[in-house]
């Protein structure tokens, strides 16, 4: 330990420490200045004078957000998506891998054969966006949740987690005469609680971050959620901009703020919850490491 | 007790039944177990292995009245005129130029980026860095691509503004094709490097410290810890997710290099994916796009398949 507290050691960390320091600060900085840009008044911005702190500081871009309206139907849509889709998921999860997990059950193999297969050989696009079409889905929520019922890395991790409780527990209830609803609401679930809360928020975080699938089978504006309609909404003021003569300056007055401004309202759920999801991801992400 | 777990195996191993005897003896003994999986195999039938079989319309002229099913075989001919279209050609070209980029940036910067954070001993700053580039990861594409859309604005955007204050030009990043797949690289970089970091981080504290003891007791310094004791002890790791890297080969970020692209740049963001979205839903043409996504899906299967053999030929374990 001697000759590692020698100059040469104290530089390198000091290297590292700035290193990483360099990279953190450059992974934060198009947050700072989108949120730098969300307070500040058009004028600065226009003139590229607003970097990571506002200038001219004005909140005005997010009143007329507030007074518009159409973020309180966004945050509506995805919150209502997001909480049937996690608790579909989670239902169909849990009823899943739980009798894949029991070993002895006749079948097993071939069942698991046929996920596994389809883990492999994901249907493709289109065939895909004709099966939701058939069943009539186009256009409802519907759409966003039966689909992606099951996510198979998630159910895999479920019924490792299963498989590595220990099976007295389930003989002894089965003597006491449960059946296997019970033993698996009773016993098995109360014993999962941490990894069944860890698989509800990777549900919640991708639900809620959903945008693909709405943009295959969800035509009608009022039903879209959040990241649909703030990608519209950004891309409208995208084109205004771009397409602006000098006498329309008066309709774009405030554009450029407002366009950050939405950014920021549609990351604020995410941000807010961030500290309670990094807890319980990380110990996911190790359950996930685990192999299935 | 007919349905217990215990005497299951008596009845297993006592007298022979045939085949369909023991069928309903056992559906009948597992039967809550059987109900439980109704559900979800009904969802794996319509959603996952009904929609394989409409993969035939790739053979097929679809016609919309008549269905996949009543529609006229044209044998390989969407598969002839995909591979004679030369826009075809060329998003296979930016897919395989995506994912080579890809692979050699994005799988080494999370190990990098682990084996530094794993020198830092203020804890606080550890905590600190960590907390900061896990964020962006919990954000959508959406909001991170607007936020590029912000950050490279051409004319008031922070990296045209710091580039103008040192005297370069100002440059229309999402206008240049040429800007396309290195924005789609540093993009993915600064997202998710951080998350990809964790597996590492949790990897590197299995480590027996005393391996470190030895070490620096033998006179070891930080890089010949780093090399000669993190790194094996990193190795399984890094092979084993290198090897699902392969498999996962052509998946190059549909929802990123969507959300990204735009007309002007069309000849370096398209890839085979957002072809098939492009003209299969938005133009209709179902029949020749399902060739596109049967031929994507069927390389594929084979690299997975290759690298599962790979992982186990190598004493891993294998993708599943």
Redesign the interface.
């Known amino acids: 330990?001697v000759?590692?507290r020698s100059f040469r050691?104290r530089l390198?960390?000091i290297l590292?420490?700035l290193?990483?320091?360099i990279?953190?600060f450059?992974?934060?900085?198009?947050?700072l200045?989108?949120i730098a840009?969300s307070f500040s008044a058009e004028a600065p911005?226009?003139?590229?004078?607003?970097?990571?702190w506002p200038v001219g500081f004005s909140f005005d871009a997010y009143e007329r957000l507030i007074i518009g309206g159409t973020f309180w139907l966004a945050y509506r849509n995805s919150f209502m998506i997001t909480v049937s889709a996690t608790l579909v998921q989670m239902i169909?999860t849990i009823?899943?891998a739980?009798?894949?997990s029991?070993t002895?059950?006749?079948?097993r193999n071939i069942?698991m054969t046929?996920?596994?297969f389809?883990?492999?050989?994901?249907?493709?696009?289109?065939?895909?966006?004709?099966?939701?079409r058939e069943?009539g889905l186009i256009d409802s929520w519907g759409s966003l949740i039966?689909?992606y019922?099951?996510n198979t890395f998630n159910m895999i991790v479920l019924k490792s987690y299963f498989q590595a409780l220990p099976?007295e527990l389930?003989?002894s209830a089965?003597?006491d005469g449960a059946?296997?609803?019970r033993v698996?609401i009773h016993i098995m679930l109360p014993l999962s609680v941490p990894v069944l809360l860890t698989l509800t928020l990777f549900y919640v975080?991708a639900n809620?971050?959903l945008?693909?699938p709405a943009?295959?089978f969800i035509n009608d504006g009022n039903k879209q959620p959040l990241?649909?309609i703030?990608?519209d909404m950004?891309w409208s003021m995208?084109l205004a901009t771009q397409t602006a003569s000098a006498d329309d300056f008066e309709r774009l007055a405030g554009m450029?703020a407002l366009?950050?401004s939405?950014?920021i309202i549609?990351?604020i759920p995410?941000?807010v919850?961030?500290p309670f999801?990094?807890r319980f991801f990380?110990k996911g992400?190790?359950l996930g490491?685990i192999?299935? | 007790m007919a349905t217990s777990a215990v005497s299951k195996s008596t009845a297993i191993s006592g007298r022979r039944r045939s085949f369909w005897a023991q069928f309903v003896f056992n559906l009948w003994t597992y039967r809550y177990l059987y109900l439980m999986l109704v559900l979800p195999f009904v969802f794996f039938i319509i959603f996952r292995f009904y929609p394989m079989w409409g993969n035939i319309i790739a053979f097929k002229k679809y016609q919309l009245m008549r269905g996949i099913w009543g529609s006229q075989w044209v044998g390989f001919q969407h598969f002839n005129t995909l591979f004679d279209d030369p826009a075809f050609l060329r998003v296979l070209r930016n897919t395989v130029s995506i994912a080579f980029f890809k692979l050699v940036f994005t799988f080494p910067a999370p190990i990098i980026l682990a084996l530094f954070i794993n020198e830092i001993r203020h804890m606080a700053y550890k905590r600190f860095v960590q907390t900061v580039v896990y964020v962006p990861h919990f954000l959508s594409w959406v909001i991170y691509g607007a936020i590029l859309y912000i950050v490279l604005s051409p004319a008031n955007g922070i990296v045209n503004n710091i580039a103008a204050s040192l005297g370069m030009e100002k440059v229309a990043f999402f206008q240049k094709p040429g800007y396309f797949q290195p924005i789609v690289i540093i993009s993915s970089l600064l997202k998710e490097t951080g998350w990809a970091a964790i597996i590492y981080l949790a990897t590197i504290s299995t480590i027996d410290l005393t391996l470190y003891e030895a070490a620096i007791i033998d006179g070891a310094n930080r890089w010949q810890l780093m090399r000669y004791v993190t790194l094996p002890g990193l190795a399984m790791t890094i092979v084993t997710l290198f090897i699902l890297q392969i498999g996962f080969f052509l998946n190059v970020g549909f929802e990123q290099i969507f959300i990204l692209q735009n007309n002007m740049v069309l000849m370096t963001a398209d890839v085979i994916e957002t072809f098939i979205y492009r003209v299969g839903i938005r133009q209709a043409r179902f029949d020749f796009t399902t060739a596109a996504g049967l031929f994507n899906g069927l390389v594929g299967m084979v690299l997975v398949l290759l690298a599962d053999r790979l992982a186990k030929r190598l004493d891993l374990p294998g993708i599943f």
Not at chain 1, 26 to 31: E, G, H, K, L, R
């Open positions: 330990m000759a590692s050691f390198e960390s590292i420490y290193g990483l320091g990279f953190a450059i992974a934060v900085t198009p947050f200045h989108t840009r911005i226009l003139r590229g004078e607003v970097n990571i169909m009823l899943c739980y009798p894949l029991r002895y059950l006749p079948g069942l046929l996920i596994v389809q883990m492999i050989f994901p249907p493709s696009l289109i065939p895909f966006y004709l099966t939701v069943v039966w689909p019922a099951i099976r389930e003989e089965i003597i059946n296997d609803f698996l975080v809620w971050n945008f693909l943009i295959f990241q649909v703030l990608r950004i995208q450029e366009k950050a939405s950014v549609a990351a995410m941000l919850a961030y999801f990094q990380i992400i190790l490491a192999k299935g």
